[in-house]
């Protein structure tokens, strides 16, 4: 099918596109949604309508239809060859068809094509799906409705051909065409206590008095800036369950969609242990792309390569002693600290906090695979597996090649992955962590990097859970097959979800059944039962057995290039059984109920989407800031005096003659500058990528010309500097925390103390003992005194701290501890020392 290139906003035309509404319903922890696409063709000739947009990696979608005139259309799921060769003859003879598809290289793009799209026309398609909701660690369950698609970075030549690079226009979000209004309706029978939103939301309503059913809507106005998130809080806690749903009459028995499926929750009691002392090698993946230089969010100005640098001291402060470890950067090309992995001592982690203080986001595209490679490549240390934390904002093109290359090293390390900001790929971070038995986190809005890694790691530092096995109690005649992956690995705190298939006679009267999960710790057995009812429930939507299709597909569809023949076969075959969509099938509607076939040619039209980045002069304030430039004024006036003109910066940066030649390249001279564009240009020496008009300067750009640059009309402002620059002062009191948990007494940390070191040694009633450990009881005690909505980002540097000093001072710490807070003034209990 043909790729169209519509840069629709820039040629003022109409954009087809005219509002998204989205029904969406909650019961317990499994969510079902019905988004209807509404378009209006105002132009005066046919069109085909290209909307490419993201969907979360775990959705089932199971239903297409477009509503036209009155008249239903009901989509088919078919073979992807079979149902494009359908299409484009539809559109071929002047029909309306429509088309919905997942992007050949990425399970969360999707796109949807409306063609023959008659003048006037009104058309409303509507797609569904059903979806689990992931559980975070504060208990709460997270919804998310994916607004933001960034640009992905193009992997490979065959990733050529993803709808991501079909050239869809950009438009600042208060020209964006189309609208968004969201209604969620919550039910569980454990009670909602609250719902929390990135987004207004209208006031929560109860529907029922007990408070088991509730409904929120989005606000009206919302802005396509961010991915619209739900977090629902349920008033107990989790508990395991068992449901089981009835199977599709008009199928066999014994398939999938015929017999009843059943959907096992868990929520394994696993004790908290001592953390690990054993050892592991500990690799750090860290993206240093240029999109890295971006805010983490519209709610967190903070840039995302300055978290990250935060995360990797905390991270470098909390190893244990005698691991081994070792940071990579990646982008267009990749770094590392070492050659090979080194012993985590005072040595090398100052070295390596060293060098994470400068640290840029200056390594171009996003190529995690060759860096993957390498990792892959080194040899294992024996006694040491391998821990890989990986952090991206995902936008990568084709990511089933990185989803293989995880997979088949999947025995030798796990993989702890991390999505930064809005539209990080849910395919790419789910995937690379669930294929590997590790854990996937997104951070968004208001969210700290720095949070979520130091609780993967402390995932990693724990006993890990073994010898996981299920065991099912059915009547005679009653078995389960099961339908998920064996899972290898479960961490405390996290649920676990199981879909089995009943096969053989259901029993003619009520009875229940009973599964048992079994796991190893520590050379402990534990088990965790739950009884069920063996009462099937009819469901119209089959959410149980769309989800365990889905599960199904997941496993073994990794795309046109990565799966094999048999494996495209069972997922064609489970994928039109299930009416669940996957890479290798799509949806397909005709209408062939029109007065006359639609006449002349077709006018492409791509739906444009939101640029969250649109504003010139703050992606340049923000690289000069970083680069240790002047900054800029952020006005529009201001960039107009300066000559700051985009199409000219692009030209001269591409090395283009002319607009002519720009559009092309397929470059806009409307579309806005990249952060990489800017971060390029910078990073080979140019103090402005833009002509220095109006002030009798030259228009070539200037190199190496700070002083000329001030001396023109350029304006410095103090309004666009970033905030998170600043080192907090918890992160100088860890910085100056010693490899094995200690701190020195000196200057440094008496500043930090807030007091001299004349009257820290004097008020020491150990005065004869080692000065460090009255320094690290100080440090701890200031932590809790001063630090403690930060807990749980120093909670494992302290406990290292805390260990440290039952080995050296023992039964003299509740001494120190006292005499401790009596000259900071604080009230902290021994008990945080283990007392």
């Known amino acids: 099918m043909e790729q169209h290139c519509g840069l629709i906003t820039g040629n003022k035309q109409p954009v087809p596109l005219k509002s998204i509404s989205v029904t969406l319903s909650i019961n317990d922890f499994v969510a079902s949604v019905s988004a209807t696409l509404n378009y209006e063709n105002e132009e005066k000739v046919p069109l085909e309508a290209i909307f490419v947009f993201p969907m979360d990696e775990d959705s089932a979608v199971y239903s297409f239809e477009a509503l036209v005139d009155g008249k239903k259309i009901v989509a088919e799921l078919q073979e992807k060859m ?8 539809a559109l071929s003879q002047g029909y309306e068809a429509y088309l919905l598809e997942e992007d050949d290289y990425s399970r969360d793009v999707f796109s949807c094509n409306v063609g023959n799209l008659q003048p006037g026309a009104k058309v409303a398609v509507t797609l569904r799906y059903v979806q689990e909701l992931p559980l975070e660690t504060d208990g709460a369950l997270r919804y998310v409705l994916p607004a933001i698609l960034n640009p992905r970075y193009q992997l490979s030549e065959q990733s050529v051909k993803s709808c991501l690079n079909i050239k869809t226009p950009m438009v600042p979000l208060e020209d964006l065409p189309y609208t968004l209004s969201m209604v969620a309706t919550i039910t569980s029978q454990h009670g909602i206590e609250r719902v929390q939103s990135n987004c207004s939301l209208s006031p929560m309503q109860y529907l029922a008095d007990d408070k088991t ?17 739900l977090l629902i809080y349920y008033n107990e806690v989790h508990s395991p369950s068992v449901a089981v749903e009835m199977g599709m009459q008009d199928m066999k028995p014994d398939s999938l969609m015929g ?3 059943a959907m096992v929750s868990f929520y394994p009691d696993i004790p908290e242990m001592e953390l690990s002392k054993a050892c592991g090698e500990f690799v750090f993946l860290m993206d240093r792309s240029g999109s890295m230089g971006f805010p983490m969010s519209n709610q967190n100005s903070q840039p995302r390569i300055e978290a990250a640098k935060e995360t990797l001291l905390l991270l470098l402060k909390s190893l244990p002693m005698g691991c081994y470890f070792n940071i990579y950067g990646f982008g267009s090309s990749y770094e590392k600290f070492f050659p090979e992995s080194v012993k985590y001592t005072q040595e090398t982690m100052e070295e390596a906090v060293q060098r994470v203080k400068h640290l840029k986001a200056d390594l171009g595209g996003t190529e995690i695979l060759t860096s993957l490679c390498a990792i892959y490549k080194a040899p294992s240390i024996p006694g040491h597996p391998l821990q890989l934390f990986v952090f991206t904002d995902g936008e990568v093109d084709d990511t089933f090649s990185v989803i293989k290359k995880v997979q088949l090293n999947s025995k030798k390390h796990r993989c702890f992955s991390f999505g930064i900001g809005e539209g990080a790929s849910t395919s790419l971070i789910k995937s690379i962590a669930q294929v590997s038995g590790g854990t996937a986190q997104f951070i968004t809005g208001k969210d700290r990097m720095q949070t979520k890694a130091l609780g993967s790691l402390k995932f990693a530092l724990n006993s890990s859970v073994n010898d996981i096995s299920l065991k099912w ?3 005679a005649g009653l078995s389960a097959i099961m339908l998920s992956p064996k899972q290898t690995i479960i961490f405390r705190g996290q649920r676990l979800i199981i879909y089995a298939q009943l096969t053989g006679t259901m029993p003619k009267v009520e009875s229940s059944g009973e599964v048992c999960l079994k796991y190893t710790l520590q050379g402990k057995g534990l088990k965790n039962r739950v009884t069920f009812s063996l009462q099937p429930k009819a469901n119209t939507s089959f959410t149980i057995h769309r989800l365990a299709a889905k599960s199904l597909i997941q496993t073994k569809d990794l795309g046109s290039h990565e799966t094999s023949k048999g494996e495209e076969k069972d997922v064609v075959n489970i994928s039109i059984q299930s ?14 109920e029109l007065n006359q076939p639609v006449q002349g040619p077709l006018a492409p039209r791509v739906i444009p989407t939101p640029d969250l980045y649109d504003s010139l002069p703050t992606v340049e304030c923000a690289v000069r800031s970083r680069f240790g430039l002047p900054d800029l004024s952020t006005s529009k006036a201001s960039h107009r ?39 390029d240009c910078f990073r080979q020496g140019y103090t402005s990528c833009a002509p220095l008009a109006r002030s009798g300067g030259s228009s070539r750009m200037m190199k190496n010309s700070y002083s000329s640059t001030k001396k023109t009309t350029i304006q410095i402002s103090s309004d666009c500097v970033p905030e998170g620059f600043e080192e907090s002062v918890v992160l100088q009191l860890i910085s100056l925390q010693k490899a094995n948990g200690s701190w020195e007494l000196g200057e440094n940390l008496t500043k930090i103390l807030g007091t001299n070191l004349e009257d820290i040694k004097a008020a020491n009633p150990a005065k004869d003992g080692d ?10 005690l200031w932590l809790h005194g001063n630090g403690k909505d930060l ?7 302290e406990r290292k701290a805390v260990a440290w000093l039952h080995e050296h001072a023992g039964s003299s710490i509740p001494m120190l501890v006292q005499a401790g807070n009596n000259l900071l003034k604080l009230p902290v209990t021994p008990a945080v020392f283990g007392f």
């Open 82 to 89: 079979q149902a494009h060769s359908i299409y484009e003859d």
């Open 213 to 229: 059913s509730a409904q929120v809507s989005l606000a009206e106005g919302h802005k396509f800036d961010r991915d619209v998130e």
């Open 259 to 261: 017999a009843p499926s």
């Open 473 to 475: 109690d059915l009547p």
């Open 579 to 592: 009416g669940v969509l996957s890479s290798f099938t799509a949806f397909i509607a005709i209408n062939k």
């Open 641 to 679: 005096r300066l000559g700051l003109n985009a199409p000219a910066f692009c030209r001269r940066f591409l090395g283009l003659k002319d607009s002519a030649e720009m559009r092309s390249k397929s470059c806009s001279p409307t579309r806005k500058i990249t952060f990489q564009m800017y971060s």
């Open 771 to 780: 000065p460090s450990v009255w320094a690290t009881v100080l440090a701890v």
């Open 791 to 797: 807990e749980c980002e120093w909670e494992l540097l």
